[in-house]
């Protein structure tokens, strides 16, 4: 394997996997946050260079990762002007906070234990987020993506559901995103008829690839 460790070749390589969409979505997105100041500290891997089959995208060894600390990344503010069916006057729109980790977890479908929440406070601390505050002053809302750059955490808290907020919002943060020019997908579960319907309802573009979670634990 190769081991792509300067930002030249990895950028030689997001442009190269940028050829090869939609299949190489996945590693696409991580790669382009990798170029971005590559706040998870990942290392990529290629089996061979131009022509490579594979790549494999794993985390620097460095004491302490195993641990999943909290980098220092900074979080993109979201500019762009909220347009659409919103209630203004109830609902603000703002970022989500590290403080909001454990509320994003408790409706996250992978989440519910100490990992999975300080994973999404890591990938609050480093990448863009949106949500709605509501007349409590908490997320009623919200959309936040991981290290690949898939939407992967969105939700909406059961007394606001049904009234068109997380259609908003997602909508919203793919607008955004698009503007920031940052490569966004997501991922619906095939059972998540709701889900399903936002993401046809906002006519976003189905694509022919699985999706797949690795989950490695240590021997
Ligand atoms: C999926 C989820 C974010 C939708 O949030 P929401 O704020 O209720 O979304 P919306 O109000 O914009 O509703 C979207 C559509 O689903 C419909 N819908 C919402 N809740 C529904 C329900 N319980 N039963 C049937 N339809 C429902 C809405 O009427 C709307 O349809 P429309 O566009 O024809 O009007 C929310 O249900 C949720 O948090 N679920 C748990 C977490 C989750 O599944 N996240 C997505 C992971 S990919």
Redo the contacts with the bound molecule.
């Keep these: 394997m190769i081991l792509f460790d300067n930002s030249y070749m990895l950028q030689m390589l997001e442009k190269s996997l940028r050829k090869r969409l939609p299949e190489s979505l996945k590693v696409y997105g991580t790669v382009f946050h990798m170029n971005q100041g590559n706040p998870f500290k990942l290392k990529a891997l290629v089996d061979k260079w131009p022509d490579f089959d594979t790549v494999v995208v794993r985390p620097q060894e460095q004491p302490g990762d195993t641990e999943m600390n909290v980098g220092d990344g900074e979080q993109v503010p979201i500019l762009k002007k909220l347009t659409g069916s919103c209630n203004e006057e109830m609902f603000k729109h703002s970022t989500l906070d590290v403080t909001h980790a454990a509320l994003v977890d408790k ?3 992978f989440g519910g234990n100490r990992r999975s929440q300080r994973f999404i406070e890591r990938c609050i601390q480093s990448f863009p987020t949106l949500c709605l505050l509501g007349p409590e002053g908490t997320p009623v ?1 919200w959309a936040l993506m991981d290290q690949s750059g898939e ?8 007394k ?11 909508y919203s943060y793919v607008q955004s995103m698009d503007k920031l020019g940052f490569p966004t997908y ?4 095939k059972a ?4 399903q ?2 993401n046809h ?1 906002l006519q976003l573009v189905p694509m022919p690839c699985d999706w797949n979670q690795w989950n490695c634990v240590p021997l």
Excluded at 160 to 170: D, E, F, H, I
Aim: proline share 3%; no cysteine; glycine share 8%.
């Design positions: 409706f996250w479908y809302t939407l992967r955490m969105g939700a909406t808290v059961p606001y559901r049904s009234q068109g907020l997380g259609t908003y919002v997602l997501n991922h619906a579960d998540n008829k709701i889900s319907k936002m309802t």
